[in-house]
């Protein structure tokens, strides 16, 4: 079993930048891949970025160049850094594992979520 609670969230005018977390509890974090995924309203669940144990990462077209994503598997977090925020990235947030050393970019591979931490890009 695996705990996530996602924090950091805002509200931010475009071009600024924000940086969200996301906490695990339970055992053997560095044997989950871990994702960030986001949700518009009206939309469907998109793939963002994943990072597996061995830090091989991977971005979607729409964020890569502007967001970083990293993990710190002693403290059991997951941070997606963002820069040069759009009115595109506004949507909710969401943390993600899967209990495999694999990362991949389809949400339904992904078993432990967190609540979501809203972002929102407005001038």
């Known amino acids: 079993q695996m705990q996530l609670v996602e924090s950091g969230g805002g509200s931010v005018q475009p071009g600024d930048s924000l940086r969200i977390s996301c906490a695990a509890s339970?055992?053997?974090?560095?044997?989950?891949?871990m994702a960030w995924f986001r949700q518009a309203p009206g939309k469907e669940r998109e793939f963002v970025a994943s990072?597996?144990?061995?830090?091989?990462?991977s971005y979607s077209d729409s964020v890569k160049g502007r967001f970083t994503i990293s993990r710190d598997n002693s403290k059991q977090t997951t941070d997606l850094q963002m820069h040069d925020l759009k009115p595109e990235d506004t949507a909710v947030y969401y943390c993600?594992?899967?209990?495999?050393?694999?990362?991949?970019?389809?949400?339904?591979?992904?078993?432990?979520w967190g609540q979501g931490t809203q972002v929102t890009v407005s001038s």
């Open positions: 990072i597996n144990s061995s830090l091989i990462i």
């Open positions: 339970g055992r053997s974090f560095k044997m989950h891949a």
């Open positions: 993600a594992a899967r209990p495999d050393l694999v990362a991949t970019t389809a949400w339904r591979d992904y078993v432990y």
